[in-house]
């Protein structure tokens, strides 16, 4: 099964090692468009707004490693599938509730690409 990730798990980022036994496939974007926010130490996704399509990479991942990322993404994410530009329909994790910490921090990124 395939996961969409855009954030802390990219490739050289902080939490890419939830993904060492996985597969990379390639680099795609949603074909729909969201909202990706900054919230500092990694971004969000919300489907309101639609202000761009949301860039990141594609990984090939077995069942234990999506519990892992479920646990990862605790109550803040949920996954849903969605289509990806290059054909694909993966996981991607969006966010369900912004921390209160996080409220005014976060701003949008206007080209949906998210970097460290």
Do not use: Q
């Not at 395939?2 to 996985?22: A, E, P, Q, R």
């Not at 849903?80 to 993966?90: H, T």
Request: aromatic fraction near 12%; charged fraction near 30%.
């Amino acid at each position: 099964m395939y996961v969409f990730v855009y954030g802390s798990l990219k490739l050289d980022c902080s939490d890419h090692g939830l993904l060492d036994n996985s597969k990379f496939i390639c680099a795609s974007h949603t074909e729909n468009k969201y909202t990706m926010l900054d919230l500092g130490m990694f971004p969000g996704v919300v489907k309101e707004g639609e202000i761009s399509r949301i860039h990141g990479e594609i990984y090939d991942i077995d069942r234990e490693t999506l519990k892992c990322l479920d646990d990862f993404e605790g109550k803040w994410f949920s996954r849903e599938m969605v289509p990806l530009e290059c054909g694909i329909d993966a996981w991607m994790y969006f966010m369900e509730e912004i921390p209160e910490a996080l409220k005014e921090k976060a701003y949008p990124i206007k080209d949906g690409i998210w970097t460290n």
